[in-house]
């Protein structure tokens, strides 16, 4: 799986499961939901189903961290049928219980596994040592600020290191993203083994799940003609081809939004990263698809 991103471009969606399923790491395009459907509403729906579970949730800084958090927080607060059916799960909410960074359920006691809350929040600047939790997950720890320089690239790499070692036997790790550099803090799950050491020390051990923007659809009409033939760039930039195929996502991304995107985004590294999950580009394909 590692060589598509380092030797070959691709297209489409690739899932691949590896170890006891307990680390998993989805990539996806911006603005495609990962967060929304792998964070945040798969975090409320396992909580609902095991209060006692404890999440530690990273995000790149504090403020999203917040950000992130309130989707999870926000129906107990505002949904009158969901909180007539999960309303107990609160009680009444104490201030060290309940706030932007942590949600707490009221459960006795004896139920609860340590002190850790039930959710909580934190940025990549935050130090967590000495956390426990039965889920973590790694949200869009990695973007432009911190992937610049070889120094930075590290600190996302040790923050997923970090929380990896903080895990208590048989928890979870989720890693969601889109990818801003090959040496990112995604590269020891996703990258390729042998290039440096830490690329690809998780990949064994990991299930993926990896979109790319379009499907790749290479299939053919009767006049034999691609049927989703490759879209041009047409504004005289030299830059490398859009791809082809269809929308994986057509509802929230149809090809004239892609195109408009790629139209406004022009180093082909940040393109091809952020909507492809890869930095190699169309244009360093080993053979053309024609």
């Known amino acids: 799986v590692s ?149 930075l690239l590290e600190g996302t790499r040790e923050l997923i290191a970090d929380m990896h070692a903080q895990r208590d036997a048989g928890s979870r790790f989720n890693v969601n993203g889109t990818r801003w550099h090959q040496d990112d803090a995604y590269s020891p799950i996703v990258g390729k083994p042998g290039i440096n050491e830490w690329s690809g020390t998780l990949a064994k051990y990991s299930c993926f799940f990896v979109a790319t923007v379009l499907d790749g659809d290479d299939s053919k009409n009767e006049a034999g003609e691609y049927n989703h033939p490759v879209p041009r760039m047409d504004n005289g930039l030299e830059i490398t081809r859009l791809g082809y195929g269809k929308p994986i996502w057509p509802e929230g991304f149809p090809m004239s939004r892609i195109e408009e995107t790629r139209a406004g985004i022009i180093r082909d590294y940040h393109w091809y990263g952020q909507y492809f999950n890869q930095h190699i580009g169309t244009s360093s394909c080993i053979f053309d698809r024609t």
């Open 3 to 151: 060589e598509m991103f380092y030797n070959r471009f691709w297209q489409g969606l690739v899932i691949c499961v590896r170890g006891n399923g307990k680390t998993k790491c989805t990539l996806a395009p911006r603005n495609h939901l990962k967060s929304t459907v792998c964070g945040q509403h798969g975090i409320l729906w396992r909580s609902l189903r095991c209060p006692a579970e404890r999440t530690t949730i990273r995000c790149v800084t504090g403020s999203l961290a917040r950000k992130f958090m309130k989707p999870i927080a926000a129906p107990f607060e505002y949904n009158k049928d969901f909180m007539r059916l999960f309303g107990n799960l609160i009680g009444e909410k104490r201030k060290d219980a309940w706030s932007t960074e942590q949600i707490q359920f009221a459960i006795p006691h004896e139920h609860r596994r340590g002190v850790d809350p039930t959710v909580q929040v934190a940025g990549a600047e935050t130090d967590l040592t000495g956390t426990h939790w039965d889920c973590g997950v790694a949200d869009d720890v990695v973007a432009k600020s911190n992937s610049g320089t070889a120094t």
